[in-house]
């Protein structure tokens, strides 16, 4: 099983490794980091705190590709500027659902760097302020904080009482959850949310961590006795 595990995981390690996507970095060590800390280590603050300091000091002296200088040259900035400067324009509505380009156009804007055509500003969240304003943003955000909080403390109540199979389940379940957190860390650099793949996988993802949330088993010695 473990070979066969391996050997199916090796084209999503490879692209991982050598795609060089700093965006995919983040969401995968985001994800893992994030299930660690809430829902399988429970660590103390002091090792919990390790992770962040050690990404600090790659991003000093690490590999010129997630170093600081990289960062600050990253063309992403110019077109958060002009998403930000959408979101000015049109603050509580914004300029429409995939509407970015359109709407930096209209203020007589143009990215520097970018292709004048690009049709979103690499940040889902800064999306969602330029297209649907302060309403739209807060209805997202909302739904991703509750789905996100709600199936967390599900999965901890699981691990904590279940045994057996059902402890495998919420194991299991737990991995998914830390799925759709890289997908919500992902987000940060990168994507289109209207963009067909990016947003089938994240919300898949969501929807198996919603479903194994949902009939989870609670398999305690407690049931068993009662049973």
Same mark, same amino acid.
């Given at each position: ?8 995981? #090796? ?29 399988? !280590? ?18 000093? $002296? ?81 739904? $991703? ?7 967390? #403390? ?55 961590? #919603?479903? !194994? ?15």
């Amino acid at each position: 099983r473990l070979v066969l595990a391996c050997l199916m995981l #090796l084209p999503a390690l490879h692209l991982l490794i050598f795609a060089q996507s700093r965006s995919g970095y983040l969401g995968f060590l985001g994800g893992l980091y994030c299930l660690w800390v809430f829902l399988l !280590g429970r660590p103390a603050i002091r090792w919990a705190l390790l992770p962040p300091l050690a990404g600090v000091l790659l991003v000093f $002296f690490g590999p010129r590709r997630i170093s600081l200088e990289a960062a600050l040259q990253d063309q992403r900035w110019d077109l958060w500027r002009l998403a930000w400067r959408v979101f000015e324009s049109r603050p509580w509505f914004g300029a429409g659902a995939g509407a970015y380009n359109p709407g930096f156009k209209a203020l007589g804007l143009l990215p520097v760097a970018e292709d004048p055509a690009i049709q979103h500003p690499h940040n889902i969240y800064l999306q969602f302020l330029s297209d649907t304003g302060v309403v739209g943003f807060t209805i997202a955000m909302t739904f $991703f904080a509750t789905m996100t909080v709600w199936s967390a #403390l599900r999965i901890r109540s699981g691990l904590k009482h279940a045994a057996g199979d059902a402890l495998r389940h919420w194991q299991l379940t737990a991995f998914f959850w830390a799925g759709w957190v890289c997908y919500l860390f992902n987000a940060i650099g990168a994507h289109d949310y209207y963009r067909t793949w990016w947003l089938a996988l994240a919300m898949t993802l969501l929807g198996i961590l #919603l479903g !194994g949330c949902m009939t989870g088993p609670n398999d305690t010695s407690t049931d068993k006795a009662h049973a």
